[in-house]
């Protein structure tokens, strides 16, 4: 089954303690992106990936970090989290050209206290 | 810059009405544009798409949207629908072919109550 798998889904942790988020799709698409969806502002990029080791910034990259070593994994990395980065965040994936549609992860709620 | 506005926060229905949801774009070219649906817990999932020709796209679970370039809008309408469409819907436009062409920039979100 097509997918695109994130974890942890929930997480509770404190300002300052480094995080990651994992994303993994098997479909072999070459862009990867993580959104944050936020009430009130719909979903926002914060990076994207076009291809293994081809990374850039989205519209809200501060305080987040991603790599792409592999081309099914994309992690989110947070170094130091503060509260305002409490938000649901997805994960997409979808193949690089003919703008396809992209596929959502499940989501992650990360609470920051 | 690209940009999308859905006018409505929340929109109520009776179960079995007929439904339209706005979505207006701004975008300098041809516009890829998207309707998903949010139920709660779950991720985005695609309801249709318009890229080029008949202005008139249908999607899944009765679904369908109107791209009007004249207006930049790309309404979503159902013509009855059920309680379980009750969820939140988001209009996307993406932009170009290359660099961050794949980028989805979405609209606010428009929250759809179904009453019995």
């Known amino acids: 089954e097509a997918q695109v798998t994130q974890n942890p889904r929930y997480l509770i942790t404190v300002t300052g303690k480094k995080l990651t988020v994992t994303c993994s799709q098997n479909m072999n698409h070459e862009y990867m992106s993580w959104y944050r969806q936020d009430p009130g502002l719909g979903l926002r990029q914060i990076y994207y990936s076009m291809n293994v080791e081809v990374t850039d910034k989205g519209d809200v990259p501060e305080g987040y970090k991603v790599s792409r070593k592999e081309k099914r994994n994309f992690p989110l990395i947070l170094e130091s989290p503060s509260p305002n980065q409490t938000s649901l965040y997805f994960c997409?994936?979808?193949?690089?050209?003919?703008?396809?549609?992209?596929?959502f992860g499940d989501g992650t709620r990360l609470s920051i206290l | 810059a690209q940009s999308v506005t859905q006018p409505d926060i929340h929109i109520t229905v009776s179960e079995g009405a007929s439904l339209e949801l706005r979505c207006n774009y701004s975008y300098g070219a041809t516009p890829y544009l998207f309707w998903y649906v949010q139920s709660p817990g779950q991720g985005l999932q695609l309801l249709l798409k318009?890229?080029?020709?008949?202005?008139l796209v249908q999607g899944i679970k009765g679904f369908e949207a109107e791209f009007k370039r004249s207006q930049s809008s790309f309404n979503l309408r159902k013509p009855s629908v059920h309680w379980s469409d009750a969820a939140e819907y988001f209009c996307?436009?993406?932009?170009?072919?290359?660099?961050?062409?794949?980028?989805?920039?979405f609209g606010t979100g428009t929250q759809l109550k179904v009453e019995l």
């Open positions: 997409a994936s979808s193949l690089l050209y003919g703008n396809q549609p992209q596929h």
């Open positions: 996307a436009v993406a932009g170009g072919l290359t660099g961050g062409g794949n980028k989805l920039t």
């Open positions: 318009y890229f080029s020709g008949d202005t």
